[in-house]
């Protein structure tokens, strides 16, 4: 298996985890966007702990598609992913060592990235993307 891409635990992991979605409920501007589509936050915090412990240590133990989600949600749009990985960083400095905050928010903006660049389309006819 592949080193970790940062020296980081499952019970660190999922508590930043924890934190940031306890975060994001009491933002003005994402909590309405992840309540209009997360019913149960437990199982919604353990999955995307999943996520980050795969991307992280390499646990191989999330399986979903993170663009189709954003993508497909219809509330969601490019400019947020600022904001959410604001709020995040803002959560990895307060809990974890500046060398584990530095290395998991550079891997969440290149990730950001990717994602926000799902999020637009590209029309055949006129060149001008879309952002959802």
Not at 35 to 43: G, L
Not at 68 to 76: K, M, S, T, W
Not at 114 to 126: N, S, T, Y
Request: glycine share 8%; net charge neutral; proline share 7%.
């Amino acid at each position: 298996m592949p080193a970790p891409r940062v020296e980081i635990t499952v019970a660190e992991i999922d508590a930043v985890v924890a934190l940031f979605y306890d975060a994001v409920r009491h933002h003005p501007g994402l909590g309405p966007v992840f309540a209009a589509h997360v019913a149960d936050w437990p199982a919604h915090e353990e999955k995307i702990a999943r996520f980050w412990r795969n991307a992280i240590l390499h646990e191989r133990s999330y399986d979903g598609n993170p663009l189709a989600v954003h993508r497909d949600a219809g509330n969601v749009r490019p400019g947020m992913f600022e904001v959410w990985l604001g709020l995040f960083e803002s959560v990895l400095k307060r809990n974890l060592t500046a060398e584990q905050a530095q290395a998991w928010s550079e891997l969440a903006h290149r990730i950001g990235r990717g994602l926000r660049a799902g999020m637009v389309e590209r029309p055949e006819k006129d060149g001008v993307p879309i952002l959802r």
